[in-house]
Structure formats: C-alpha cells, structure tokens
C-alpha cells in the first residue's frame, strides 16, 4: 500500500513565524488532503489538492504529483493553529494518513 | 448546509462487550467511511460504505462491522471489546468513494477498561 511520510514530525514555533509542513507519498494519487486536528479531536478540512496550488488565507498548498510531495505553508503563525496537521492520500476507497506534525505556537 | 455528526461524544465499556457507534453523513453525500485513531497516530481506515454496500475494508477483524441506511447514516459495530479498542472512532463522509473531499465528523471515543 501507499505509504506517507511527513515532516517534521514537531515543530515549536513563535507567534508570527511562517512554517512548511511536507508530506511525501510513495506512489501515485488522486485525492491529497490536509487535516488540522483540534485538541478535541475533530479534523478540520483545511485542502483537498491532489495537484496544483490553493491559498486560503495565511495558509496555502501546493502539490507536485509527479515528484509526490506535498507542502503546507503557514504565515503569521497564531496560537490558535497549534494541533496536528495530518496529511492524507488516496487512489482507491481509502484515505491514508501520515502520522502527523505536531505544531505549538507560543505567544 | 447539515455537517456530519457523531454519537455518543463518548463512551465507556468494558472487555468483551459489544458497542454500536452512529454516524449522520452530510446532506448530499452517499459514501460514509470509519477510521480508528489511536492516541497518538494517524487514523487508520476501518471500512466504507457506498449506498448502502461495503466498499472497501481495511486490516481490521471481523469483529467490526457495519451498516449504512438509505438515509445515508451509518453504524459501526464492535463486538468482544478488547482494551486495544479503545481509540477515537471518526466517521468521514463523502459524495464520491475516492476522488472527493471527505468532510470528518468530531468522533467518538471509546474507553475499555
């Protein structure tokens, strides 16, 4: 099966920093989602980007299929993106997770 | 637009017995998927459903299985609990079985003592 890896897997950072999340993925996919999981556990959709580039706010994306890798970026960093992002893939009926990276943010 | 909704929030069991966990899809969506996180990994792929028909099933024993209602709802059962068991259970859904966005309830999470 596929199998993903992301780094890093922590990442401590100051309120306004910037950071890139990676996830690299071993063969090829149609669906590449990023995840932020809150404290209480609830995944929040933050890209479906199998391929190309998206932005929403301080966070964008960019996927490159055909080297399988894919990037989260966060600006400005705030306290309140601190969690586990989780990147996830598919080319079949399931999504396979990474096994995360752990983001803190301190004011 | 209804998001996907989860019940009970939580749960409490002990060894060896059964425990039935629901999932409400979001309107318009058919496919309803179940994942197993343990504490401190990535969620692991239980089985999909696609109108009503398995679709998919991860490395997990027959002792889970499940069911989707024309409704689109689904329901995980878990029988002979065993402590490794004890996870949070998120259910996903979607309007395609790979190529969309799976929109992820917040779970339920299930303590076996």
């Known amino acids: 099966g596929i199998q993903v890896e992301q780094s890093p897997p922590d990442l401590i950072l100051q309120e306004g920093a910037n950071s890139t999340l990676r996830c690299n993925f071993s063969?090829?996919?149609?669906?590449l989602q990023w995840f932020h999981q809150n404290p209480w556990g609830q995944l929040i959709n933050l890209f479906y980007?199998?391929?190309g580039t998206k932005q929403n706010g301080r966070l964008s994306a960019t996927t490159v299929a055909t080297e399988r890798y894919s990037l989260l970026y966060i600006s400005s960093s705030q306290t309140t993106d601190s969690g586990v992002y989780f990147c996830?893939?598919?080319?079949?009926?399931?999504?396979?997770f990474g096994t995360g990276t752990r983001l803190q943010v301190f004011p | 637009e209804t998001g996907v909704t989860q019940s009970p929030t939580h749960l409490i069991k002990t060894r060896g017995q059964q425990v039935t966990l629901r999932c409400s899809s979001q309107?318009?969506?058919?496919?309803v998927s179940w994942y197993q996180q343990a504490l401190g990994q990535g969620p692991q792929f239980i089985f999909q459903?696609?109108?009503?028909?398995?679709?998919g099933r991860g490395n997990f024993p027959p002792r889970f299985s499940g069911l989707q209602f024309p409704n689109y709802s689904s329901e995980l059962n878990v029988n002979a609990l065993e402590l490794d068991d004890s996870a949070l259970y998120l259910c996903?859904?979607?309007?395609?079985?790979?190529?969309?966005?799976?929109?992820f309830g917040p779970g339920t999470r299930l303590t076996v003592l």
């Open positions: 996903a859904s979607s309007s395609s079985v790979s190529t969309d966005t799976q929109y």
């Open positions: 063969d090829s996919v149609n669906n």
């Open positions: 980007i199998p391929s």
């Open positions: 996830a893939v598919a080319n079949t009926d399931k999504l396979i």
């Open positions: 309107s318009g969506h058919n496919t």
């Open positions: 459903y696609y109108r009503e028909e398995e679709n």
